[in-house]
C-alpha cells in the first residue's frame, strides 16, 4: 500500500508505484492497483507541496482509516512511505 504518491495522475499511469507493483509481484497481479493508493498527484515533489499545488489538503485521518480498513481484508499489508521520514506531508507534519 502507498498512500501517497507523486510524479503521476493516478494509480494506472505507467510511471506508478502502485502500477509497478501490481504488475511485477505474482500475487498481485490481476488485482486492482488502484485499492493501494488514498492520494495521487502529478508533481513529483514532497507530498504535502504537490498536494498544496493541486489545492488538496492531505488529512491523515483518511490515511490512518484507509490503512485500517485494508488491514482487515489483506493479510499481510506493506506500507510505502511517500520520500522519507522527515518529508512533509502536511502543513504541520
Do not use: W
Not at 488514498?38 to 488538496?56: H, I, L, M, S, T
Amino acid at each position: 500500500m502507498k498512500l501517497i504518491q507523486t510524479g503521476c495522475t493516478s494509480a494506472y499511469d505507467t510511471e506508478s508505484d502502485a502500477r509497478f507493483i501490481y504488475d511485477h509481484v505474482p500475487a498481485l497481479q490481476g488485482k486492482d492497483p488502484g485499492d493501494s493508493v488514498v492520494y495521487c498527484f502529478k508533481n513529483p515533489k514532497a507530498p504535502y507541496f504537490a498536494a498544496r499545488d493541486e489545492g488538496v489538503v492531505i488529512d491523515p485521518h483518511i490515511l490512518k482509516e484507509s490503512f485500517e480498513q485494508r488491514i482487515g481484508r489483506r493479510s499481510p499489508v506493506i506500507l510505502e512511505g511517500a520520500g522519507g521520514l522527515l518529508v512533509p506531508l502536511t502543513e504541520i507534519c
